[in-house]
């Protein structure tokens, strides 16, 4: 049982690495500049990983038949996609990804663009990438999948706290902002000489988060900002 569960923890860090690296090779191309994709700091999307167990622990019975496959893959990932978006927005108040402007959204959420990707995605997981990863992960020592696991997933547990507490300080200080011209340049100033760098990586991997977590005192920043130069 606990052998079991180790190979999906490393599954799980496997899918959220190679989530991340496609999604920064996807931005990294289309912006001709690197872009450390993700909401965390180290290189995994944990969406991915999330997405893949709960693709593999709910359709494991269900693997004869790859039409239930696709349908149920497209209806777990689009239903965890819009969660994740919904309850990211109600903590930190930042909309993390929106697809309001193509065809087909829910509430720009999710979309029929990204869905149909993700049912064709459950099904190379089920029939080729599980079987693949999972040979080689059953040929590794009990004692190096046990190392493995461990490691990562505390240092996955630090990087959620660290992540965490970077949007929530970020939070607290657009309340703190007062309309000093002063106050709001020199904020605007550390962040310029990277005080706050793990910031600046959040804003490159998601533009729209500092209008949205800093809700409008971004743009009276740089106004301000503007004013003094």
Same mark, same amino acid.
């Given at each position: ?51 893949? %167990?709960?693709?593999?622990? =709910? /359709? ?5 038949? +790859? *039409?239930?496959?696709? @349908?149920?893959? $497209?209806? #777990? ?56 990863? %999972?040979?080689?992960?059953? =040929? /590794? ?5 046990? +190392? *493995?696991?461990?490691? @990562?997933?505390? $240092?996955? #547990? ?69 004013? +003094?130069?």
């Amino acid at each position: 049982m606990i052998t079991e569960i180790e190979n999906y923890i490393v599954l799980f860090f496997i899918y959220s690495f190679l989530g991340w690296l496609m999604e920064t090779v996807g931005d990294t191309i289309r912006k001709k500049r690197f872009v450390n994709r993700g909401f965390l700091i180290g290189p995994y999307c944990p969406i991915y990983g999330a997405g893949v %167990l709960l693709i593999t622990l =709910l /359709l494991r019975k269900y693997k004869e038949d +790859i *039409f239930i496959t696709f @349908f149920m893959s $497209l209806l #777990i990932c689009g239903t965890l996609e819009y969660m994740t978006s919904y309850v990211m927005e109600k903590i930190f108040k930042a909309r993390w990804w929106d697809y309001s402007e193509r065809r087909f959204n829910i509430n720009g959420r999710i979309c029929l663009e990204t869905l149909i990707p993700f049912g064709i995605a459950g099904m190379f997981i089920i029939y080729i990438a599980n079987p693949f990863f %999972l040979k080689y992960i059953n =040929l /590794l020592p009990d004692i190096a999948v046990h +190392i *493995f696991s461990v490691v @990562f997933l505390t $240092l996955y #547990i630090i990087d959620m706290i660290v992540s965490l507490r970077i949007i929530l300080n970020l939070k607290q200080m657009s309340r703190e902002l007062k309309d000093n011209t002063i106050e709001i340049s020199d904020k605007v100033r550390d962040i310029i000489k990277s005080k706050y760098r793990l910031y600046r990586r959040l804003v490159n991997a998601f533009p729209r988060i500092k209008e949205n977590v800093l809700y409008n005192k971004w743009e009276e920043m740089k106004t301000k900002l503007r004013k +003094i130069i």
